[in-house]
């Protein structure tokens, strides 16, 4: 009875003393300056469905695809597969460790004793080796901690890694509808100044034109003619973009004839008060760097006091012919107390490293939320800036358009200049592509807005 007690008192020690854990621990950051970060990261309702709004079925295909097929997404999933069973491993040290194992050995002359000369011995040895580390300044813990936090990034990472990739998708598939609208503009235009140049060489034939008129003329078609080329490279681009990230080879791609680039049938809204940090991964990442950088101080500070840990054994002994009894029954237990009296300069330097290297990942984290709140301000200022400049170019290419129409009616009536027509079509070719550019422009800054929130942007 008295046994069991001082067993009793002494695991009551060790658990008391294994509760106890050296070095910071750790409090998420409530503010950073004036930007209050009190809401845990949570991926966004929304973010694996936002861009159904835009009705665009191949753009549905192509994200769907993407989330299914792409590498680098598939290489995210897998880190986080990794990182947990890392945590897991980590976790595994509070607890006590052992093998089973079987051996034989043989020995000729085992001492130095004239006596044993020729002797050969022979043995078996069956049984458990266990051993275990009394955490008793949380070394283990800390580092289950620092495992735990690095897992949690790696999994927000993926997270992000989504956010990324249908933002890449729909970027791209944006530039691919943008360039294939200015190839169709830069085309209908090409049709209108040969129209144009028809009627100008007709009139030259007639000598009421002059070899001037169709040279200007002449000069706007080969101009359009050497646009051509460019917007089908960027078609190419985009395409290739696009199948990269699919994985696919390029050209495998069906993504039709019709140039139309996708927009909102609704506006988005920011929701007063609302604390869209929480949906950025970034910055959720680098929250969780920090508390990993912050348990690993508690790992090297422990390392200042002794680490005790014990080793032993249950099994059978036997010599030469392999017996399992009573007999042969044969225990041990070594309990262990180290040290690293000795070496504590390299002990408090690694503690100072730990420090830094929180202090690091503290600047590093708030940065993130600096850099956050200013991307998301910018991406919502640059769209309804472009929306602005969008609606005023349309306004401008439809005045445009009636100017080449009143110009060519009166050119072909003889009462109108031929200058007049050339700018009149000039201005026309530049309006309209300049409006598929700022088209293609507002879908890309849209498709921002919703990277910058995290896919937390509502739409009203």
């Given at each position: 009875m008295r046994n069991i007690l001082k067993l009793s008192a002494i695991a009551v020690l060790v658990a008391s003393l294994s509760a106890c854990a050296v070095g910071p621990d750790y409090h998420t950051p409530a503010k950073v300056?004036?930007?209050?970060?009190?809401?845990?990261?949570?991926?966004?309702?929304?973010?694996?469905?936002?861009?159904?709004?835009?009705?665009?079925?191949?753009?549905?295909?192509?994200?769907?695809?993407?989330?299914?097929?792409?590498?680098?997404?598939?290489?995210?999933?897998?880190?986080?597969?990794?990182?947990?069973?890392?945590?897991?491993?980590?976790?595994?040290?509070?607890?006590?460790?052992?093998?089973?194992?079987?051996?034989?050995?043989?020995?000729?002359?085992?001492?130095?004793?004239?006596?044993?000369?020729?002797?050969?011995?022979?043995?078996?040895?069956?049984?458990?080796?266990?051993?275990?580390?009394?955490?008793?300044?949380?070394?283990?813990?800390?580092?289950?901690?620092?495992?735990?936090?690095?897992?949690?990034?790696?999994?927000?990472?993926?997270?992000?890694?989504?956010?990324?990739?249908?933002?890449?998708?729909?970027?791209?598939?944006?530039?691919?509808?943008?360039?294939?609208?200015?190839?169709?503009?830069?085309?209908?235009?090409?049709?209108?100044?040969?129209?144009?140049?028809?009627?100008?060489?007709?009139?030259?034939?007639?000598?009421?034109?002059?070899?001037?008129?169709?040279?200007?003329?002449?000069?706007?078609?080969?101009?359009?003619?050497?646009?051509?080329?460019?917007?089908?490279?960027?078609?190419?681009?985009?395409?290739?973009?696009?199948?990269?990230?699919?994985?696919?080879?390029?050209?495998?791609?069906?993504?039709?004839?019709?140039?139309?680039?996708?927009?909102?049938?609704?506006?988005?809204?920011?929701?007063?008060?609302?604390?869209?940090?929480?949906?950025?991964?970034?910055?959720?990442?680098?929250?969780?760097?920090?508390?990993a950088r912050t348990a690993q101080i508690g790992v090297a500070t422990a390392d200042l006091y002794p680490n005790i840990s014990v080793r032993g054994f249950l099994g059978f002994l036997s010599g030469p012919g392999l017996t399992l009894g009573s007999d042969t029954q044969s225990w041990s237990v070594a309990p262990t107390l180290s040290w690293q009296a000795a070496d504590l300069g390299s002990v408090k330097a690694r503690i100072r490293q730990a420090q830094a290297s929180s202090q690091m990942a503290l600047a590093q984290f708030e940065q993130q939320v600096f850099d956050a709140i200013n991307e998301m301000q910018l991406s919502l200022g640059s769209y309804n800036l472009s929306r602005e400049q969008q609606l005023s170019t349309e306004q401008q290419w439809q005045a445009s358009n009636r100017a080449v129409q009143i110009a060519r009616e009166r050119y072909n009536a003889g009462t109108g200049e031929f200058l007049d027509l050339l700018d009149a079509e000039r201005e026309l070719l530049r309006a309209r592509d300049q409006l598929a550019q700022i088209q293609q422009q507002s879908f890309i800054r849209l498709v921002g807005i919703y990277r910058s929130f995290g896919g937390g942007i509502q739409l009203i």
């Amino acid at each position: 009875m008295r046994n069991i007690l001082k067993l009793s008192a002494i695991a009551v020690l060790v658990a008391s003393l294994s509760a106890c854990a050296v070095g910071p621990d750790y409090h998420t950051p409530a503010k950073v300056a004036d930007i209050s970060f009190t809401s845990p990261y949570q991926q966004a309702e929304q973010v694996q469905s936002w861009w159904q709004a835009f009705d665009d079925a191949v753009l549905n295909q192509l994200i769907s695809t993407a989330l299914v097929e792409n590498r680098t997404l598939a290489q995210a999933r897998a880190n986080v597969d990794r990182a947990y069973a890392v945590f897991r491993d980590a976790n595994n040290d509070f607890l006590p460790k052992g093998t089973l194992d079987a051996g034989y050995q043989a020995s000729e002359n085992p001492t130095l004793s004239p006596d044993d000369n020729g002797v050969i011995t022979r043995g078996y040895s069956t049984g458990a080796n266990l051993s275990w580390d009394l955490d008793l300044f949380g070394k283990l813990r800390r580092a289950s901690e620092a495992a735990e936090a690095q897992a949690q990034q790696a999994d927000i990472l993926w997270h992000d890694a989504q956010v990324q990739l249908i933002s890449q998708v729909a970027t791209s598939y944006g530039e691919y509808r943008g360039a294939q609208l200015r190839l169709v503009v830069a085309e209908q235009n090409l049709q209108n100044l040969q129209q144009s140049r028809a009627i100008v060489l007709a009139r030259l034939e007639a000598g009421m034109a002059s070899e001037l008129e169709l040279a200007q003329i002449d000069v706007q078609v080969h101009q359009v003619h050497a646009a051509i080329p460019t917007y089908r490279v960027a078609r190419l681009t985009a395409d290739a973009t696009l199948s990269a990230l699919l994985g696919q080879r390029p050209g495998q791609l069906k993504l039709g004839s019709v140039p139309n680039l996708p927009e909102l049938k609704q506006p988005v809204a920011v929701v007063e008060g609302e604390n869209y940090l929480r949906y950025r991964a970034d910055v959720a990442s680098s929250e969780r760097l920090l508390a990993a950088r912050t348990a690993q101080i508690g790992v090297a500070t422990a390392d200042l006091y002794p680490n005790i840990s014990v080793r032993g054994f249950l099994g059978f002994l036997s010599g030469p012919g392999l017996t399992l009894g009573s007999d042969t029954q044969s225990w041990s237990v070594a309990p262990t107390l180290s040290w690293q009296a000795a070496d504590l300069g390299s002990v408090k330097a690694r503690i100072r490293q730990a420090q830094a290297s929180s202090q690091m990942a503290l600047a590093q984290f708030e940065q993130q939320v600096f850099d956050a709140i200013n991307e998301m301000q910018l991406s919502l200022g640059s769209y309804n800036l472009s929306r602005e400049q969008q609606l005023s170019t349309e306004q401008q290419w439809q005045a445009s358009n009636r100017a080449v129409q009143i110009a060519r009616e009166r050119y072909n009536a003889g009462t109108g200049e031929f200058l007049d027509l050339l700018d009149a079509e000039r201005e026309l070719l530049r309006a309209r592509d300049q409006l598929a550019q700022i088209q293609q422009q507002s879908f890309i800054r849209l498709v921002g807005i919703y990277r910058s929130f995290g896919g937390g942007i509502q739409l009203i």
